[in-house]
């Protein structure tokens, strides 16, 4: 079979024109084309430069500063290849090595791994461009020999709509979080995997080199987020995407190119599921905190997720932010749900009728449906209480951007009167313009409200008060900054509502405490180790820190053997976790145990961030000089510290 037809070139269409080959047609090669191509890129580029200001927010202080992880190096091989705290289910070895580089290359300075995830999203924008222009381009008739008159102008109309595509995805208000937020590293490089295996598809002209390298970057995707595994999915919806029939032919769609591809693919997911197994000691555990509830109910969930994501994808304006709560089970006149199972029925019959009439616009519209099956609570997602994330849509807004492009190619190439054709386009440019705007200016202003803890959630806080994550977070944040009594009138209407909230009933403790009413903190902390024992985390990070809180008050109040078996059982939860070190450190120093100080307080200093490190030394040496011991090992570290 021709390359051409490997490819699917659409019917009536030239084997020049079919955009197989690695380089872009030579009505590319012009300025003005190369310019229109990068543009798109280097524009989001540079209207997120604010975002490299920013610093670590939400799971980064978990990742980067708070656990050692990835900062020592003794630890790298177990925990790169661990399940994240998140879930038992969440295996990302390759996001997680990368952020072991960035960390030893910029002491833990946010400003680099901002930086990677900003030329991640350029980089995924001009993929998004590439892929635009190859689909674009047969539409339109501008071939590889298009270099003078009516083909020429049909290259630059693909060139303008590839560029609209790309700023379409690249400016898009939902993938702000994807940009801001250094944890959802995963979901960056998910999708430039994908997309980079879309370009060998689209580009390789070795059909074997296309298929090694379309299974290597699928394993490589299935290594940074396990929701890869959709691509076994989209893959085959793409070809016929780029073979552009309505009614497949199975002799042009499943050529020995694509099945090639096909068996690369299961190669990797079997070679990506043995890694699993052999890390996490099995596939997929059940730990979802979301309630399905009936069969009925489930369905109505279901159609509710994928109808928040169709209204986010299509209307970002004000419905953008780190939380989307939602209670579940859904009650069965949930009006909201059934509107969603009703605009899902209604896109996928929209889908349906477009691959009769542009079919491959219609057949991206099904891969962005394909993208969202992972994260449309069939099988319910692990964090309750956000029925979607904003940073899921990522690669299902690339799907739409190019069936958006590939869908104005086929309009753009039907012949049509000047003037008719101009008051259509005219309110389309207008509409484009608008929609640009908004998404700048939303841009403009949800990027500073990433930039610390303090900022995210009291926005977070603010569009969702009844959020649990939403109001956990911010109270950390206004506790962090010293606002205890907001804390405590924030907790306690909280509580009103959802009586036991661990994270709750831990920050009103701390807060209190720092009030110095220690006898209601231990009330409350205590109240708060009996809700996670009762949810089965008793390994958490969360009991650790209950536990570290509820030993520093039983210290303060002179209760040293609680305050030591409390302590010692924070440090047995989470090992690494070094205040319950710092303060058994400080424990046994009131009890004159040198040794076991000095034991305590060194595994706090090898495993906290460098600043703390030096405070931890620091604090030492004073309260070994209060002791009046001579030979501290700590006084000369604390003079050389910074």
């Excluded at 109910?297 to 509710?304: C, N, P, R, T, Y």
């Excluded at 749900?337 to 349906?352: D, E, M, Q, R, Y």
């Excluded at 231990?522 to 009996?530: E, F, G, P």
Aim: contains cysteine; proline residues 6%.
């Amino acid at each position: 079979m021709s390359d051409s037809a490997a490819q699917g070139a659409a019917p009536g269409t030239s084997p020049s024109s079919a955009s197989h080959g690695s380089s872009l047609p030579r009505s590319d090669r012009g300025r003005w084309n190369r310019l229109l191509a990068w543009l798109p890129a280097w524009l989001v580029f540079m209207v997120y430069l604010p975002a490299l200001g920013n610093g670590f927010v939400w799971d980064d202080t978990y990742f980067l500063t708070d656990m050692p992880f990835l900062r020592s190096p003794e630890l790298w091989p177990r925990h790169i290849f661990a399940p994240l705290f998140v879930s038992e289910n969440y295996f990302r070895p390759l996001p997680l090595l990368q952020y072991v580089i960035e960390g030893r290359l910029s002491n833990l300075n946010p400003f680099l791994f901002h930086l990677t995830n900003l030329l991640l999203h350029a980089a995924n924008t001009f993929m998004v461009g590439v892929l635009a222009r190859r689909l674009v381009q047969p539409s339109l008739g501008g071939g590889a020999e298009a270099v003078s008159g009516p083909s020429r102008q049909a290259g630059f109309r693909a060139a303008w709509i590839s560029a609209g595509a790309a700023l379409l995805f690249g400016l898009h208000p939902a993938l702000i979080e994807s940009v801001c937020w250094v944890s959802d590293r995963f979901d960056l490089m998910m999708t430039a995997m994908l997309l980079l295996a879309l370009c060998c598809d689209t580009g390789a002209r070795n059909d074997r080199l296309a298929a090694v390298m379309t299974g290597a970057l699928f394993l490589l995707g299935l290594l940074s987020k396990e929701s890869t595994v959709l691509f076994m999915a989209v893959l085959p919806v793409w070809h016929l995407a780029v073979q552009a029939r309505a009614r497949p032919v199975a002799a042009e769609w499943l050529t020995a190119r694509r099945m090639m591809m096909y068996a690369a693919l299961f190669v990797a997911l079997a070679l990506y599921l043995l890694i699993r197994r052999a890390s996490l000691g099995g596939l997929y555990h059940t730990d979802t905190q979301i309630i399905p509830g009936t069969l009925l109910q489930h369905g109505l969930l279901v159609g509710k997720t994928l109808g928040w994501y169709l209204l986010v994808a299509l209307w970002p304006f004000g419905l953008v932010g780190p939380v989307h709560p939602g209670r579940t089970p859904l009650a069965a006149d949930d009006a909201l749900a059934w509107a969603g199972v009703l605009a899902v029925v209604l896109a996928l019959a929209g889908a349906v009728w477009l691959i009769r009439r542009v079919p491959r616009a219609g057949w991206l519209l099904l891969c962005a449906a394909c993208a969202l099956g992972p994260v449309s609570n069939l099988l319910p997602l692990t964090i309750a209480d956000n029925v979607i994330q904003d940073r899921y849509l990522i690669f299902p807004v690339a799907m739409l951007a190019l069936a958006a492009a590939v869908g104005l190619a086929a309009w753009l190439a039907r012949p049509r009167p000047a003037a008719a054709a101009v008051r259509v386009i005219a309110p389309l440019a207008l509409l484009a313009a608008a929609w640009c705007a908004a998404a700048l200016v939303s841009i403009f202003l949800i990027v500073p409200r990433w930039a610390s803890d303090l900022s995210l959630w009291s926005w977070g806080y603010g569009q969702a008060p009844t959020s649990k994550i939403a109001t956990g977070n911010y109270m950390t944040a206004l506790a962090n900054a010293g606002r205890n009594a907001e804390v405590i009138e924030i907790g306690k209407t909280m509580l009103d509502r959802y009586p036991d909230t661990g994270s709750v009933l831990h920050n009103i403790g701390l807060a209190l405490m720092r009030q110095g009413r220690d006898a209601e903190a231990i009330d409350y902390v205590k109240r708060a180790l009996r809700y996670l024992d009762d949810h089965g985390d008793k390994r958490g990070l969360d009991r650790a820190e209950a536990l570290n809180l509820l030993g520093l008050l039983y210290m303060r109040g002179g209760d040293l053997d609680s305050a030591d078996k409390a302590l010692r059982e924070a440090v047995k939860t989470a090992p690494f976790l070094t205040r319950p070190h710092f303060n058994l450190a400080m424990l046994a120093y009131q009890r004159r145990d040198i040794a076991g100080a000095r034991r305590e307080m060194d595994m706090a200093i090898q495993y906290d961030a460098p600043q703390m490190a030096v405070f931890h030394r620091r604090s030492a040496a004073e309260k070994e000089k209060e002791l009046g011991l001579a030979d501290s090992p700590y006084r000369a570290d604390a003079q050389a510290a910074p």
